[in-house]
């Protein structure tokens, strides 16, 4: 049995954690928040004072965290992790980031003969608590094949992008194209409310025409639809509004560096960062951009 460090154990790293666990690995955890700390340890991780006691033993060290920054002070300088992991570890980061950042990650474990793969996911809580996610994997082939036990105990998907800093190249073109279905999914299902339809037969019209989509089909943002999403919980937990308008700007600066033509993801950029101003609105999930198109009460 491989011992695991995992470090980040928020909405998405706290259930990917306890589906290692439940799949039978060692699980050390460690997350700068007590009580995600906590949870993780009811599902069954050791809890570790630290980073550094979290990969002491490890085998393989997974860390899903929120921003490059966070992920740069992690692992390089001198007091980053890499400096007390040797080249028999494996090191997987889940965490949405500039592929710049990955690479600059990943080329450092090389120096030090540590394998490293960026490896973020696609799925949302949902499938992280299933254990169904999508891993899109960027770096050494031999890496991706040393680290596929650990991430089918996670996900259902696992796809090896290219080289390194590929996964994030194809996880910010799948989270624009994301951004871009949900708000025409929204507009279109509040362009049919206003006009008289229910928003739930809309949804398996379309659902079963040509505007079907992910958005529609399995994270319908309009309250009332579906069970266990967002939109009928009063758009809590998921995927924050913050965390789009994050993904959103790495694609756009990803854009300008290949001089690529992404019109609709730099709308979309604007509408979330519209719809986001507002922090109250910035902590709802992402679906919540279903608000902008809603009338007011008595409208």
């Not at 790293?13 to 700068?32: I, R, Y």
């Not at 995600?36 to 006691?53: F, I, P, T």
């Amino acid at each position: 049995m491989e011992n695991i460090a995992f470090i980040g154990l928020g909405n998405m790293g706290g259930p990917m954690a306890a589906n290692l666990v439940e799949k039978g690995f060692s699980v050390t955890a460690f997350d700068l928040s007590g009580a995600v700390l906590d949870k993780a340890v009811a599902a069954g991780c050791r809890k570790a004072a630290s980073a550094e006691a979290a990969i002491a033993g490890a085998d393989v060290v997974v860390s899903m965290l929120p921003s490059g920054e966070a992920v740069r002070s992690l692992y390089l300088g001198v007091h980053g992790l890499l400096q007390a992991m040797g080249p028999e570890v494996l090191l997987i980061d889940c965490s949405t980031i500039a592929a710049d950042d990955a690479r600059q990650v990943i080329a450092a474990a090389g120096e030090r003969g540590i394998d490293a793969l960026d490896a973020p996911v696609s799925g949302g809580t949902a499938a992280a608590a299933a254990g169904t996610l999508s891993f899109m994997c960027g770096g050494e082939a031999a890496a991706v094949e040393r680290a596929r036990p650990v991430l089918a105990a996670m996900g259902a998907n696992i796809f090896h992008a290219g080289p390194a800093g590929s996964g994030q190249v194809a996880k910010i073109c799948n989270n624009m194209l994301l951004a871009i279905h949900m708000i025409g999914t929204a507009e279109a299902l509040q362009l049919g409310v206003d006009n008289g339809l229910d928003p739930n037969v809309l949804s398996q019209i379309m659902g079963a025409s040509s505007g079907g989509n992910w958005s529609l089909e399995k994270y319908n943002p309009y309250p009332g639809v579906m069970e266990n999403v967002p939109a009928s919980r009063n758009y809590e937990g998921g995927f924050s509004v913050a965390l789009m308008l994050k993904d959103l700007g790495l694609a756009m600066d990803t854009a300008a560096g290949s001089a690529s033509s992404t019109p609709l993801g730099a709308l979309a950029k604007n509408l979330y960062q519209l719809h986001g101003g507002d922090p109250i609105n910035s902590a709802l999930d992402f679906s919540s951009i279903q608000n902008l198109f809603r009338r007011p009460v008595g409208n």
